[in-house]
């Protein structure tokens, strides 16, 4: 059973250095639900690590990371739906030059 924490722990932060690395590399945005998603699943196969070899600080950092990339897939979901209550499909929205929508 020891093997499978130890795969658990290094998928976790193999997954939370890439993340960034794509990031970094400008392979993906930093706001985007991929880059969060990522975080999230890292941070919480992280926490579970934790959890096992009762390191508590890396715990807590974990489990602080993850609920940053969760908040970030709200604010993302939050401001898809802003924008498309904005934009409705099938038509592009109209602005005069103050940048009040007309119609």
């Known amino acids: 059973m020891t093997i499978v924490w130890e795969i658990i722990g290094w998928a976790a932060a193999v997954l939370l250095v890439g993340a960034y690395a794509l990031v970094a590399t400008r392979r993906l945005d930093a ?17 579970a690590y934790s959890i096992y070899k009762m ?32 934009n409705p499909p099938g038509g592009a929205a109209s602005f005069d030059e103050e940048g009040v929508r007309e119609g």
Do not use: E
């Open 31 to 47: 706001r985007s639900t991929a880059y969060h998603v990522l975080n999230v699943v890292g941070a919480a196969g992280l926490v």
């Open 55 to 86: 390191a508590w600080p890396q715990f807590g950092l974990n489990l602080f990371w993850g609920a940053v990339g969760v908040i970030g897939i709200i604010i993302g979901i939050r401001g898809s739906r802003s924008v498309s209550d904005r």
